[in-house]
């Protein structure tokens, strides 16, 4: 049973360019979460999505920051223009409806230059 | 605004060395407390939900508890496996996504 797929797994990239990280959700599961992990502020929640519909972006750092949902079983985060303050590992976690359990993902690893 | 605080921040124990993690939480009404476990490089992987004061939950080694201002996280005689960052999490009431608030995570080390 595959359980949420993320890419890429390792990100290195030069300030001032565009990152995209995709998230495959676990099949049949609803609502979608996107996290960042800093050893400064921990695990922040940046944007959730329920039914492939945004519902709190209250977590997005500025707008360099967008995510969407085009389907059910994907969606990507983009920040554009890179930062080297963006540097961190990029979490992505679904659930299914009616539970409260959040399955993450192995996170992709962003290097700004 | 909801708060979660783990402490120790980091904890060496050695194998067979049984203690606790503390989770101390602050929010308007609890709906779920949740403990997830982090290996290096690697997601939250999920271990237990408390919902209400007095639950406990067991798995192998590890025993979670919850009073209505924190949750502890017993490790009794512990593995060199048992070794990672254990993060804690809370859930509030009317949280219409379900969303979560960790707190900062306790690295566990365990030594043969």
């Known amino acids: 049973d595959a359980g949420v797929i993320q890419s890429p797994r390792h990100e290195v990239t030069e300030m001032g360019q565009e990152v995209t990280l995709r998230c495959k959700p676990i099949?049949?599961?609803?609502?979608l979460f996107w996290y960042r992990q800093t050893m400064m502020r921990g695990l922040e929640l940046l944007i959730y999505f329920n039914n492939n519909v945004p519902i709190d972006d209250s977590g997005m750092p500025e707008d360099r920051f967008s995510a969407k949902m085009p389907n059910a079983s994907f969606s990507t985060l983009k920040i554009q223009p890179s930062e080297p303050r963006d540097s961190a590992v990029y979490f992505c976690a679904s659930r299914l409806a009616g539970t409260d359990t959040q399955y993450f993902g192995p996170g992709t690893r962003l290097t700004v230059l | 605004e909801d708060q979660v605080t783990q402490s120790p921040e980091a904890l060496r124990l050695q194998e067979g060395e049984s203690s606790s993690l503390n989770c101390s939480y602050t929010v308007s009404g609890l709906r779920g407390l949740f403990w997830y476990r982090q290996d290096p490089g690697k997601g939250p992987e999920f271990l237990f939900t408390?919902?209400?004061a007095g639950e406990e939950k067991e798995k192998e080694r590890l025993k979670a508890t919850l009073t209505k201002k924190e949750s502890f996280l017993h490790i009794t005689a512990p593995k060199p496996e048992d070794s990672a960052t254990y993060l804690c999490?809370?859930?509030?009431?009317?949280?219409?996504?379900?969303?979560?608030?960790f707190g900062g995570g306790t690295r566990l080390m365990v030594k043969p």
């Open positions: 408390l919902y209400s």
């Open positions: 999490a809370v859930q509030a009431v009317g949280n219409a996504g379900n969303m979560l608030t």
């Open positions: 099949s049949g599961h609803n609502s």
